[in-house]
């Protein structure tokens, strides 16, 4: 089982926002990387520490933290965004890395 | 451009070994830490191993702890993962990623992966 829980799925109507959200203890001492995967591929980094996008990254991804819950939001969804997306930190312990189960977004 | 190429997968049987290799080009291989990730078919992300980029600090997921090991060649631009008493739930696609500092609290990321390589645990 996973330190970090994220809900399995998550729908979102084309043009809106929606917010992915990470739980875990860990949360509360260490920021959340988050990825998205598509079928058949690697995934890439979308969002990582505070609020960060690396080049590439469409600005209407963005990070939050509050607690020990990392949330992604995308603002203004679009059906390129329909993908798996899985957050990414410590764990509890410090010395171990784990990712969130993931959560498979569709975009309707 | 960076690239990461993982090569060595297979299929084998349970209690066999198999080394997995990541050939990286397009940057500085010594001054990054680098990480095996791995994804059982049709299943999440789970991070594997990790390994400082000089090569002196591993890491090792529970499930693998005693039986993998990390190891990097920085004059070859290499990681490396030496598997051990392989087991079905250790069928996947290894990957391997660059770290850029996984361990501090400012976050630390995973900026770029390779394809992946596939190993099949099996009789």
């Known amino acids: 089982s996973s330190e970090l829980t994220q809900d399995p799925a998550v729908s979102v109507a084309l043009g809106q926002t929606v917010r992915i959200t990470c739980q875990g203890d860990s949360l509360r001492s260490y920021y959340a990387s988050w990825y998205q995967q598509k079928p058949g591929q690697a995934p890439i980094v979308v969002i990582y520490g505070k609020n960060n996008r690396p080049s590439g990254i469409p600005d209407r991804f963005s990070g939050s933290s509050s607690g020990n819950t990392a949330s992604l939001t995308i603002s203004g969804a679009q059906a390129e965004d329909e993908a798996d997306y899985y957050c990414?930190?410590?764990?509890?312990?410090?010395?171990?890395?784990?990712f969130g189960g993931g959560t498979k977004l569709t975009v309707l | 451009e960076v690239q990461l190429v993982e090569s060595g997968g297979g299929l084998l049987q349970p209690g066999g070994s198999l080394r997995l290799s990541c050939a990286v080009s397009?940057?500085?291989?010594?001054?990054?830490?680098m990480s095996w990730v791995r994804q059982a078919p049709g299943k999440g992300l789970e991070w594997v191993s990790y390994?400082?980029?000089?090569?002196?600090?591993?890491y090792y997921a529970d499930s693998v702890e005693g039986r993998f090991t990390i190891s990097r060649d920085n004059a070859k631009n290499s990681l490396y993962l030496q598997m051990n008493s392989l087991r079905a739930e250790d069928t996947a696609v290894y990957y391997c990623?660059?770290?850029?500092?996984?361990?501090?609290?400012?976050?630390?990321?995973?900026?770029?992966w390779g394809q992946g390589t596939l190993v099949t645990v099996s009789s």
């Open positions: 990414n930190s410590r764990d509890s312990s410090g010395n171990h890395l784990v």
């Open positions: 990623a660059r770290g850029i500092q996984l361990w501090t609290t400012f976050g630390g990321y995973f900026d770029y």
């Open positions: 397009g940057f500085t291989f010594n001054s990054y830490e």
């Open positions: 390994i400082s980029s000089g090569g002196n600090t591993m």
